[in-house]
């Protein structure tokens, strides 16, 4: 396959063996061994010119895929055994980013010193590989179809929560209507923002709640509630801290939104780049505890 590539890419028998330091004949030897094997034409010659069939174009591309994935395997090989450089090219939710990323990304940097992050936080799902991300974090009940490679991480709840001050004010729902007497504040990114999907003891509802404030970031429906502006859902991320302090309260209990996951996608590859994979296996290892 190496050497069939060399004769394309040189256009010639005789400089390709020389580069690979063979006789033109024991060259042309090889080629005529892999056609007889493949039971088809690869290239036709004559006295004057070479040129590709349709079947050998076919076959050429994909001996170079090939070999240059195997290149690809070798030197990450050769490289595991030395340190991790190079620039990470990250993507995660601003949310997201800002309160589990910010804690735990020192330890991961102070453990791989030579190599770079390049962190960009947007509450937008952004192309992967249009803008040249090696891997993008994603927090979603689920995944739409794609090319990329998927690997789940970690799961995160939705709370239902309000400030005690609001509560006092307005008092606390005890079901699913009581929310038509609230205010409600909703994340825009969401599929529906004005209509919750709960499961709760008879199963699963669906409420069109009394928006009084939408915004596309958690953390400023965080703060929102904290001032005692309404009732909302918060990521447990987010939510567990200001609960675990008191200055939120969960309401709703028996009441669920459908569990969102911590997914960490990145383009197709059959060989993982080392910066991405020790990158993804510290994730693993830190979110679980850590959501």
């Known amino acids: 396959m190496r050497s069939f590539r060399r004769v394309i890419e040189r256009g010639s028998f005789s400089r390709a063996a020389e580069e690979l330091g063979l006789s033109s004949a024991g060259l042309g030897k090889q080629i005529?061994?892999?056609?007889?094997?493949?039971?088809?034409?690869?290239?036709?010659?004559?006295?004057?010119?070479?040129?590709?069939?349709?079947?050998?174009?076919?076959?050429?591309?994909?001996?170079?895929?090939?070999?240059?994935?195997?290149?690809?395997?070798?030197?990450?090989?050769?490289?595991?055994?030395?340190?991790?450089?190079?620039?990470?090219?990250?993507?995660?939710?601003?949310?997201?980013?800002?309160?589990?990323?910010?804690?735990?990304?020192?330890?991961?940097?102070?453990?791989?010193?030579?190599?770079?992050?390049?962190?960009?936080?947007?509450?937008?799902?952004?192309?992967?590989?249009?803008?040249?991300?090696?891997?993008?974090?994603?927090?979603r009940s689920e995944l739409a179809d794609s090319s990329l490679i998927a690997r789940r991480l970690a799961d995160v709840d939705q709370i239902i929560c309000a400030a005690p001050a609001y509560l006092e004010r307005r008092g606390a729902p005890l079901d699913l209507d009581d929310l038509h007497r609230h205010d409600c504040l909703a994340y825009t990114l969401a599929d529906n923002p004005g209509v919750w999907h709960l499961k709760g003891p008879k199963g699963d509802m669906s409420i069109a709640v009394p928006v009084r404030l939408s915004a596309n970031n958690s953390i400023m429906l965080?703060?929102?509630?904290?001032?005692?502006?309404?009732?909302?859902?918060?990521?447990?991320?987010?939510?567990?801290?200001?609960?675990?302090?008191?200055?939120?309260?969960?309401?709703?209990?028996?009441?669920?939104?459908?569990?969102?996951?911590?997914?960490?996608?990145?383009?197709?590859?059959?060989?993982?780049?080392r910066k991405v994979r020790v990158f993804l296996d510290f994730l693993a290892d830190t979110l679980e505890a850590r959501l």
Request: contains cysteine; hydrophobic residues 40%; proline residues 6%.
């Open 32 to 139: 005529r061994w892999l056609e007889e094997r493949l039971g088809t034409v690869l290239i036709q010659r004559t006295t004057r010119r070479m040129g590709l069939t349709e079947t050998g174009r076919a076959y050429y591309e994909e001996c170079c895929r090939i070999l240059d994935e195997i290149d690809a395997v070798e030197h990450s090989i050769a490289a595991d055994a030395g340190h991790v450089t190079g620039r990470l090219r990250v993507n995660a939710p601003l949310s997201f980013g800002l309160t589990v990323l910010s804690p735990i990304l020192p330890a991961f940097m102070a453990t791989y010193p030579d190599l770079t992050i390049d962190l960009t936080l947007s509450d937008h799902l952004l192309d992967v590989v249009g803008s040249g991300f090696d891997v993008s974090i994603r927090v």
């Open 222 to 273: 965080r703060d929102m509630l904290l001032a005692g502006m309404g009732i909302g859902a918060l990521p447990s991320f987010i939510a567990k801290p200001q609960i675990d302090s008191g200055a939120l309260v969960p309401v709703l209990k028996d009441h669920v939104f459908p569990q969102r996951h911590v997914y960490a996608v990145y383009p197709t590859s059959r060989h993982l780049q």
